[in-house]
């Protein structure tokens, strides 16, 4: 057949060519390409053989058995197949090969003649745990890298960490502030939802900074800054989104233990990790107990027509002990190669007692001296339980569905009890108060996520999803006192607080992506939300509903020079619903000098955000990030603060200012020798707050920096330090001072007992940090320092077990809910 074949093919085609001369190559080469298509093919796919999963750009070569040389070969693709055409017909050996896994060698594949197809099936590749190891020791993750739409700092090569919490962590990331209150800002915004694992946590639902402080450092493998999220993305969060992602082990059975004591935090904690085959399963938990210890003194001069018509001086001294515990177990199971089904649940509690002594002295018309002693109790208890479905298809790795579940709930109960004494002080008590809180925050979120490759060729991708947050708050607040200082308790009815309140957010995004072959990177976003909000405030006799709808759009323009450097421009719109914490209109007059209330009317946040950054890194270690970008938030939400003719201050929370901040970010790390590694970063921001409807206009320049460095040295030992300096910030109606930090660290691994030692020192030199704030107002002029005790020294130690192989991780997908601007 092939000797009739050949002559006809050859005449058609001398006939063609003589009708077109000038369109046809020479017949010498259309013989040649005839005689490839001849030859023999050899394909086969390789899978792992413990996941029964494809391996992605295996190496397989063709080796000719006598001589030893490659006459042939190809790599495999997304689905683990490859294919190695026009091979003559013979003999061969056919080796594969990939990082971490043990050579497979295929002997005698024989080609008996030409044109055959020789198929080798499935071919299954065994995993190498000394492949692994070697690269465990050998290859470094840098500090922080620099990935498409965030920052990486991975916390878990950084030994000051040990020993520490969530707080000290973050200390540290580029791009973030952490004020000694425990407060964290991003790019000079506060205006930020934090995630643990891309979802949220209801620990974080009532004050992040004390949730922060419950997370153990040695749990955080890597913390992640997205100052520009896309439109998949809830659109809460005008500065961006803090992702901790906590350690999870590759293959196999490992584990560890470590606990840590110190001037004010002890811990005790550790870690399971188990996968193997289709199932997973990761738990980690642990305990602290921590003593903090501060105060404050504020001065305070009430005016009327400019001039001083009463004093107030108050000085505060506190001791706050408490104890907290946190624990996760995750399962994953695969159903097969397409499909995945995993079940998460976290569980976490914190008891804290607080013991103060406030002294009050008013110069007026009627002086008034007195001192109160308080006891209060904080009980609080939360829990997550997520369910999360992914499917992927066989077209392409990239195209994906989700569907989410997440259910969370914080219980909360506290109460205090006080004591007044007349000053110059006395036994005698002229006044009691005592209360007791109980609420809880009830969240249902549903999500699904559609990921449809439109061309894997050109990288072009859609992403499309909906969303439903249900969010559902109460609380009952009770309040007993005896004027007269006996223990006769009267329920005060006037100073209750009992509320509900519904949220209902709904919302649906799409997202266009494409890159180019010329390395540009387009994404073109859009996001619709609607909300909802149902409010009784019972105690107040205020019922509140409201419905608002946002558009948000975000854009994305970005292009690569080589593998080692890249520019982007972006543009997106935000939004920060206001909490429970600014719109409870209860009125709070624990202190009698100082009542303060929340605003059941204030409008959610809208902000507008141009973000120009470029980066470049080697792999020597060097790299450089740069940003410069700019912030308008309309409607902005502020704290208002009054005093009237008696000398009582009034504070709450009005839409009233404008807020604009222009910044530059620079980050740059390297490494002057192998052993040396250092890294900083600075920030230089103009703030402008302005409020047209109270005539104020504050403006500012502000700036921070920090250094990293570590030094291996010989013996398993490295040192380390680190320090930071945050400039003064501006307030609506005044300033704060401001402060720094600083620690250092050294460490000895024992690696054949598996054994991590740590010594931490914390600001060694100084034992207070003192913030100094300074408010100026028509009506009051107010000159405030608040002391919190800042100088740690801690001894960490920590074990590990198990073992680990190389394995292919997949994504796991979780709900991350960015709302609400936290009080």
């Known amino acids: 057949m092939k000797k009739i074949l050949l002559p006809l093919v050859v005449c058609s085609i001398g006939y063609v060519r003589a009708q077109n001369p000038a369109t046809l190559p020479p017949l010498p080469a259309i013989q ?12 086969g796919t390789v899978l792992d053989a413990a996941q029964n999963k494809p391996v992605e750009f295996a190496t397989v070569a063709l080796l000719n058995p006598q001589t030893e040389k490659i006459v042939g070969g190809t790599t495999t693709g997304e689905s683990g197949k490859f294919t190695i055409n026009g091979v003559d017909a013979g003999t061969y050996r056919v080796v594969i090969s990939f990082i971490g896994y043990e050579n497979k060698t295929i002997n005698n594949v024989t080609i008996g003649s030409q044109g055959a197809e020789v198929a080798l099936g499935v071919v299954q590749m065994q995993t190498d745990s000394r492949t692994l190891n070697e690269v465990v020791v050998t290859a470094e993750k840098p500090l922080v890298e620099d990935k498409d739409d965030r920052l990486v700092y991975n916390a878990d090569k950084d030994a000051t960490n040990a020993g520490g919490t969530a707080i000290d962590v973050l200390k540290k990331v580029p791009l973030l502030t952490v004020d000694p209150d425990g407060t964290v800002t991003l790019k000079g915004s506060s205006s930020i939802k934090v995630l643990i694992n891309n979802k949220p946590s209801s620990i974080m639902a009532r004050s992040i900074s004390e949730a922060l402080q419950m997370i153990p450092a040695e749990l955080i493998k890597s913390v992640e800054v997205v100052t520009a999220p896309s439109a998949k993305y809830d659109a809460e969060g005008t500065a961006g989104v803090i992702n901790i992602i906590t350690k999870n082990q590759l293959q196999g059975l490992t584990g560890g233990l470590n606990a840590s004591v110190g001037s004010r935090r002890d811990n005790l904690g550790g870690n399971f990790n188990f996968k193997k085959n289709k199932l ?13 210890y501060g105060g404050s003194r504020t001065f305070r001069q009430n005016l009327l027509n400019d001039q001083v018509i009463s004093t107030i001086e108050q000085t505060n001294a506190y001791k706050n002990k408490g104890q907290s515990g946190f624990g996760s ?14 079940i998460d649940a976290s569980l976490g509690g914190e008891g804290r007692n607080t013991n103060s002594t406030r002294d009050t002295r008013v110069t007026s018309d009627e002086p008034q001296n007195f001192r109160r002693y308080n006891h209060t109790q904080n009980r609080n208890r939360n829990m997550d339980v997520n369910f999360n479905y992914t499917k992927t298809f066989r077209r392409s790795k990239e195209q994906e569905y989700t569907f989410l579940a997440q259910y969370n709930q914080n219980n909360n109960h506290s109460n205090y009890a006080l004591n007044q004494f007349p000053l110059p002080e006395s036994e005698v008590i002229d006044y009691r108060e005592r209360n007791n809180n109980d609420n809880q925050q009830k969240e249902f979120t549903l999500q699904t996520d559609y990921v449809y490759p439109i061309s894997t060729v050109k990288r072009r991708l859609l992403e499309m ?25 009267q329920e005060d009815p006037s100073r209750a607080n009992a509320f509900d309140y519904q949220q209902l957010v709904w919302s649906s995004y799409a997202s266009f992506r494409m890159r180019t072959s010329k390395m540009w990177g387009f994404s073109l976003g859009g996001r619709l939300e609607m909300t909802t909000i149902n409010a009784n405030f019972i105690s107040t006799s205020t019922k509140f509903n409201d419905r608002y709808q946002n558009f948000l759009p975000n854009i994305t323009v970005s292009k690569r020079f080589g593998e080692e450097r890249r520019l982007r421009l972006n543009y997106s719109q935000r939004i920060q619903r206001p909490s429970i914490f600014y719109l409870n209109p209860y009125v709070n007059s624990s202190d009698p000098k100082n009542i303060q209330t929340g605003n059941p009317y204030l409008d959610p ?8 950054s470029y980066s470049t890194f080697s792999k020597g270690g060097t790299s450089i990030n740069a940003m410069v970008f700019g912030r308008q938030t309309n409607n902005a939400i502020e704290r208002i603060t009054t005093v009237d003719t008696s000398g009582i201050s009034s504070s709450t929370y009005r839409n009233i200012a404008q807020n604009s901040t222009y910044g530059l970010n620079l980050f740059g790390s390297a490494r002057p020798v192998k052993q040396w590694n250092l890294s900083g970063s600075f920030g230089l921001n103009y703030n402008i707050l302005n409020s047209t409807a109270l005539h104020i206009n504050n403006e500012n320049w502000s700036y921070q920096f920090n250094l990293n460095t570590s030094l291996q040295l010989p013996n398993n030992i490295s040192l380390q330090a680190n320090g930071s300096y945050n400039s003064r910030r501006i307030q609506l109606q005044g300033q704060s001072s401001g402060f720094y ?81 936290q009080g």
């Open 329 to 342: 177990v995750s399962i994953d199971y695969d159903l097969d190669t397409l499909n995945r089904i995993g």
């Open 32 to 43: 040649a390409n005839i005689k490839a298509s001849l030859k023999s093919k050899i394909s």
């Open 741 to 821: 930090y600083y620690g250092f660290s050294g460490r000895k691994e024992f690696k054949k007992q598996k054994v991590t030692v740590t010594a931490n020192f914390e600001n060694p030199f100084r034992r207070y940090n003192t913030i100094v704030t300074l408010l100026r107002t028509p009506t009051f002029i107010s000159d405030g320092s608040n002391y919190n005790v800042i100088r740690n020294i801690r001894l960490s130690v920590n074990w590990r077990f198990g073992k680990m192989n190389a394995g292919q991780n997949r994504e796991k997908k979780k709900i991350s809910n960015d709302d609400g601007k």
């Open 280 to 292: 997973s399963i990761t738990s980690y938990g642990g305990a602290n107990i921590n003593n903090y």
């Open 605 to 612: 946040e809208l902000a507008h955000s141009v973000e120009l």
């Open 465 to 489: 999803g909906t969303k439903a947050i249900l969010r559902n708050v109460g609380s009952d607040y009770r309040l007993e006192n005896a004027p007269d200082g006996s223990l006769n308790y």
